[in-house]
């Protein structure tokens, strides 16, 4: 069988890029990220043997050829990486909207034997790319009548190949749960509205409260609404979800309401062109003096205009455009004649190929069931990503009145375990917030399982969770200890505070407790209730789920300090860094942090390594050192092997290096684990906890019997963790076949799949698995059934 697989097994060592040209454009407006997608293209380009091209200043220079076509070389794209914006250009083109543009445009290609086309833009870019490749045979055949193309170059270059990306901080794609430069501008955002609630939480006139409200760029739905779910916002307008009537005074009691919980801050975030349902337009200062006017409170105004455009690529945004770019090459050489202009983009945690016009006309259906104001309409086109987003912002923002809760008498406990992760507190907050709005009475235990067998548990209500959403650590409190040693004590705390469902967020310690707990239930029938575990840990190594919450704080910890360090031999020569990462056993911060810093080495455990493939990156670096790029660096797992220690390697490279480059080495230690946590942990935290919530509801439904909840079967005590594309809830008891418990990782990991990316991108010479490329899929239109297994 293992023969069988390895057999169909496709590599990408069979596609050559000899005799093949390709260009890289960016069109449109700039976005964090797309230097990295240029890069990848330019690297991964060359690394098959296809000379590849800039075209600089968009469509603009392709039409105006001359010195803005340039081929691009290895060292050109060197320090692109960690750049905002776009350093080849982007500009808006009449001309190219012309036939006679377009002509100029194919005349300039030829030339250059370029027909493989990268282009990096929105949707208005890549609907002109598609009309571009639709017209080719016809321009070539102009050109041919005018002279200024001959026979065989009409030949040679008769079909042009097209492969998009989607570079927008929008995310107003469809087709793709994330476009390239979206999380950065979400950081952006974060950054700004966690300043000014630290401002603002310092005021305390009795009569006043902040409010702050900030228009985003155009057709900001997404980050408007994002961004509220990840500061907690107390308001959010944006136009798919137009306010009925009577918002005003409901939106005011609401504010009044905080205001009488002693919350000294109220954020309302509004997207540019939010309206009512009467069409008319809700505008910032509209907002201002209605707060003004009807509750006297202070109240200011921040617009964030480009602000959310600039500023460094998040680790989230270098990543995904790394593995676009790389996808995207792949694309244009397995293309042939028939094969439709494609869009790579990214579904669940997977890469996957689409038909650009199926994903543009999608786009463009939801523009016009927004203007024919079929918002709901609208808002299922959107996507599932979107439709999620929507419904947990409204469960955690809403508070419902007593009266309108459900009738339950069901008591659910949250806790934290293991080490803490950014991005717990967020998790916590809303479970509690789905729990209440669920009807149950929820109870926090303090201190992990330690906290549990002391009785450390009382109930928490909705405002006692309030601003824990951009909160660093763990505030309930957590420990690694485990459950075993302390059974009786445990059970006689579930029996004493009658808790009828668990849900434990946190790391490997909290996957075994889960484990321990489900397989006493033989003995202790307070173990049998619904219990549910969400994986929260830096090092992303919990058997079941593909990301863990807090893994994306720690990777842009990472690629900030290797940044800096990088900068910091800006001005020295031939400088090399060793670089120490968390994790434990497992490889992941180190590997996916090195892809998203461009490491030249990592070492890992998953991949053993010997003194030969020391010797042999030195010699690399050394290489590498001859050319214009004379800095290198090297990632290593802090548990990648118990003898070559950083240490070691440190001495090693100093010793190999003499009179080549010098070493500095670095342990980034502790302050992985710290920091407020990013925005994909604030959402990732919020979204999969209220998933968690909503299944201990129902299971509760399904085991109440008798006037008491009775759960033992495989299936009511789950993981929930994300698997490719989807959310899913897995029996611990089928995971531990998937686990390697010595070392706490799980035996298969999908993020080694990334390392051979890695490698290329270092210029390393490497096999490549790319047998999840190359299927073209189709753009979904039905609304999928609602399962456990829905994307989250």
């Known amino acids: 069988t293992a023969q069988s697989k390895t057999d169909t097994k496709k590599y990408f060592e069979n596609l050559s890029g000899a005799g093949k040209s390709i260009a890289v454009l960016t069109s449109g407006g700039d976005a964090q990220g797309m230097n990295a997608a240029v890069r990848a293209v330019v690297r991964m380009g060359i690394y098959v043997g296809a000379k590849v091209y800039f075209i600089h200043e968009g469509y603009q220079g392709m039409v105006d050829g001359g010195e803005n076509i340039k081929e691009a070389t290895w060292e050109s794209v060197s320090s692109m990486l960690q750049v905002g914006g776009t350093v080849i250009g982007s500009a808006r083109c009449k001309e190219f909207r012309t036939h006679e543009g377009r002509l100029r445009a ?16 929105g949707d208005g870019s890549l609907t002109g790319a598609n009309l571009f490749r639709e017209e080719w045979s016809g321009l070539l055949d102009e050109l041919l009548e005018q002279g200024l193309i001959d026979e065989a170059a009409a030949s040679s270059n008769s079909v042009l190949h097209i492969v998009g990306m989607v570079g927008s901080i929008d995310n107003d794609f469809c087709g793709t749960d994330m476009t390239i430069g979206t999380d950065s501008a979400l950081h952006r955002i974060i950054e700004v509205v966690d300043a000014i609630m630290t401002t603002a939480q310092s005021r305390h006139k009795p009569k006043q409260a902040a409010v702050k409200i900030s228009p985003c760029s155009l057709a900001t739905w997404y980050l408007a609404l994002v961004s509220a779910l990840a500061c907690g916002a107390d308001w959010v307008f944006i136009p798919e979800m137009p306010p009925e009537d009577g ?25 540019e062109g939010a309206i009512d349902c009467h069409n008319k337009s809700i505008t910032t200062d509209y907002i201002k003096d209605l707060v003004v006017r009807c509750l006297g409170f202070d109240t200011r105004v921040t617009i964030l205009g480009h602000v959310q455009r600039g500023g460094t690529p998040s680790a989230f945004d270098r990543i995904l455009a790394s593995r676009m770019g790389v996808e995207a090459v792949l694309a244009l050489l397995e293309a042939s004649a028939n094969t439709p202009a494609c869009v790579v983009s990214l579904v669940g945690n997977q890469a996957v190929r689409l038909p650009l016009m199926e994903c543009v006309q999608m786009t463009q259906e939801v523009q016009k069931a927004m203007d024919e104001k079929k918002f709901e309409e609208a808002v299922r086109l959107r996507g599932r990503s979107f ?40 998790a916590v907050r809303s479970a509690v917030r789905v729990g209440i709005s669920e009807g149950h009475k929820m109870f926090a235990v303090s201190d992990g399982f330690e906290g549990f067998y002391k009785g450390q548990i009382k109930e928490i209500k909705w405002g006692d969770v309030g601003g824990w959403t951009g909160q660093g650590g763990s505030l309930l409190g957590t420990k690694r200890t485990l459950p075993a040693k302390h059974m009786d004590k445990i059970a006689e705390q579930m029996r004493i505070h009658n808790i009828n469902a668990l849900l434990v967020i946190g790391g490997f310690e909290a996957y075994l407790g889960l484990v321990e707990l489900s397989s ?10 619904p219990m549910v575990m969400v994986p929260a840990t830096v090092s992303n190594n919990i058997p079941g789920s593909d990301l863990s919450i807090g893994a994306d704080t ?18 020295t020569k031939r400088r090399v860094f060793i670089i120490e990462t968390m994790g434990g056993y497992c490889g992941y911060l180190a590997s996916v ?22 010797q042999a990156n030195v010699e690399h670096l050394t290489e590498k050192m001859k050319t214009s790029i004379q800095r290198g660096l090297v990632l290593r797992n802090e548990n990648c092997n118990e003898n070559f220690t950083t240490d070691f390697i440190y001495q090693l490279y100093s010793e190999e290096g003499r009179g080549v480059f010098d070493c500095r080495k670095n342990v980034l230690g502790h302050m992985q684990q710290g920091g407020a946590p990013s925005p994909f942990d604030r959402n990732f935290g919020t979204k999969i906890a209220a998933k ?3 299944w201990i509801t129902r299971k509760l439904k399904e085991s109440y019997k008798g006037g008491k909840v009775f759960a033992n079967s495989e299936d009511t005590a789950c993981l929930l963790g994300m698997r490719r594309r989807a959310m899913v809830f897995q029996p611990v008891s089928q995971i531990r076949d998937e686990t390697d418990f010595v070392h706490r990782i799980p035996k298969e ?37 609602e399962t456990d297994t829905a994307a989250i």
């Not at 006493?520 to 209730?529: G, I, M, P, Q």
């Not at 990592?602 to 390594?609: D, L």
């Not at 390392?755 to 299927?775: F, N």
Request: glycine share 6%; with cysteine.
């Open 106 to 121: 194919a005349h300039n290609l030829v030339q250059r034997g370029i027909t493989n086309l990268c282009v990096i833009g």
């Open 247 to 271: 918002w005003e005074e409901n939106m005011c009691q609401k504010l009044s309401e905080n205001r009488a919980d002693k919350k000294r801050l109220n954020i309302i975030i509004v997207a």
């Open 387 to 426: 439709e999620n987003n929507l419904n947990t912002y409204k469960l955690l923002s809403y508070r419902k009145a007593d009266s309108e809760l459900p009738n339950s008498s069901f008591n659910v406990a949250v806790m934290n375990v293991g080490a803490p992760a950014a991005g717990m507190n967020a």
């Open 520 to 529: 006493a239930r033989d003995k202790y029938s307070e173990f049998c209730v």
């Open 554 to 571: 720690a990777l842009n910890a990472i690629t900030d300090t290797c940044d800096r360090i990088k900068q910091s031999a800006s001005g």
């Open 593 to 614: 942090g090195g892809l998203a810093a461009g490491a030249d080495a990592v070492y890992i455990y998953e991949e053993p390594f010997d003194i030969r493939d020391l």
């Open 692 to 694: 968690a919530m909503q």
């Open 749 to 785: 990991q999908w993020w080694l799949k990334l390392r051979p990316l890695m490698k290329i991108l270092a210029k390393y010479k490497t096999s490549y698995d790319v047998s999840d490329s190359g299927q073209l899929e189709h753009v979904s239109r039905l609304r999928p059934k």
